[in-house]
């Protein structure tokens, strides 16, 4: 189970943090993100970490203004969003890896989705 919490409006340069609720999943060492879809867009996925080794990737589009993190005690994933620009409106989601090495292939599980509006 993926519950994603924190998104909203903000003015451009704005910041948010997102926040995804993950249920057993840091057990092991699987690969979480955020992926994103604006409205009439694919899907695109931006940022994901490894939950026990904490090696991260991120998107050029991205890269520099967010910033993926973990607090494994809480089995939560954070994504703070700063500098935000009005392309990076859209709904966000929490995606978990359904196999060893697919987070990026989009072959996750996915979360409810929270709406990031920039203006």
């Known amino acids: 189970q993926l519950v994603e919490s924190g998104g909203g409006s903000v003015q451009a340069g704005g910041s948010l943090r997102l926040s995804c609720a993950t249920s057993?999943?840091?057990?092991?060492?699987?690969?979480l993100g955020w992926i994103r879809q604006a409205s009439g867009a694919e899907r695109v996925g931006i940022v994901s970490i490894y939950t026990h080794s904490n090696i991260t990737k991120y998107a050029d589009s991205v890269k520099g203004r967010f910033t993926i993190s973990q607090d494994r005690a809480k089995n939560t994933i954070f994504l703070q969003m700063n500098d935000l620009k009005p392309e990076d409106t859209a709904i966000y989601y929490c995606?978990?890896?359904?196999?060893?090495?697919?987070?990026?292939?989009?072959?996750?599980?996915w979360g409810q989705g929270t709406q990031v509006t920039v203006s």
């Open positions: 057993n999943v840091m057990v092991s060492d699987y690969c």
């Open positions: 995606a978990l890896e359904k196999e060893p090495g697919s987070w990026w292939d989009d072959d996750n599980y």
